[in-house]
């Protein structure tokens, strides 16, 4: 049985890991973002075939379903090794720190480039799906409904859930960082992305991308809404995983070793 890493080991494997990140080329870190994000839409069209097609029969207990189904999303993306935005705060920031460097250029470059091509390669299959009579009626609809729901929160709910979506999967990074094995990690990755779609944690990519399906399929939003919800969920993406969660753990890094000198 292999023994669990203390904080330590989970730190400089998150560097080891932030390196590598920091070190992609630019076509790869457009490559495995671009897949990152219409892996994203493979998770949000099979929510919405499970959920649209459980409804009749299991009432609110279809967004449960729903949110089983779309885990698997986030088991491909960790599988795949794919690049998602607000998933790459931890490691990278672990590298910048321990590197005594805040090596802003390279963050900057990483997670601008990685929320593009996140946003342009599912916003390009979401197109894909929209053709009609790709996706069933009741996809569709529930589809369009979720748009709707998001769009009818305020900015202040909006901020909230983006503060804990952020803080959900900038932890995942951190998980994934303390396990040792495949089955480990997939495991994880099926928790995060179950907790992902069923909570009031708002993932900018998600979200966005769940809107956008709603808008191809009728639901009426307008894009000063669209452009709110962006910036609002990104903040809160932001605030969650780099405030709560990525310095919390840097912060632990940083305590443990000035004791230990």
């Known amino acids: 049985m ?26 790869e870190l457009v490559s495995t973002s671009f897949i990152a994000g219409f892996t994203v839409v493979f998770g949000i069209v099979t929510l919405g075939y499970v959920h649209g097609a459980a409804e009749p029969l299991l009432g609110e207990f279809a967004e449960i379903a729903g949110a089983l189904a779309f885990g698997i999303a986030v088991v491909f993306l960790i599988v795949g090794r794919t690049e998602l935005f607000t998933e790459n705060f931890f490691d990278p920031t672990a590298k910048a720190v321990k590197s005594d460097s805040w090596m802003l250029s390279s963050l900057f470059r990483l997670w601008v480039v990685t929320f593009m091509f996140n946003l342009l390669g599912g916003g390009l299959f979401a197109l894909v799906f929209s053709v009609e009579g790709a996706l069933s009626a009741h996809a569709a609809e529930a589809l369009r409904s979720f748009a709707v729901e998001f769009v009818r929160r305020g900015v202040f709910t909006e901020f909230a859930n983006g503060v804990a979506g952020g803080a959900l999967v900038a932890l995942l990074s951190f998980l994934l960082a303390a396990v040792n094995s495949v089955r480990s990690r997939i495991t ?74």
């Open 2 to 27: 292999s023994v669990a890493p203390d904080p330590a080991e989970i730190f400089e494997r998150a560097v080891a890991e932030g390196e590598r990140r920091l070190d992609q080329s630019l076509l």
């Open 188 to 261: 994880v990755a099926y928790i995060v992305g179950f907790l992902l779609a069923l909570g009031p944690f708002d993932h900018v990519v998600v979200t966005m991308l769940h809107v956008f399906f709603g808008v191809l399929f009728g639901a009426d939003i307008g894009v000063a809404s669209f452009a709110v919800m962006t910036a609002t969920v990104t903040l809160g993406n932001f605030v969650g995983g780099l405030g709560l969660v990525t310095f919390t753990h840097v912060t632990q890094f940083k305590g443990a070793r000035k004791s230990d000198s």
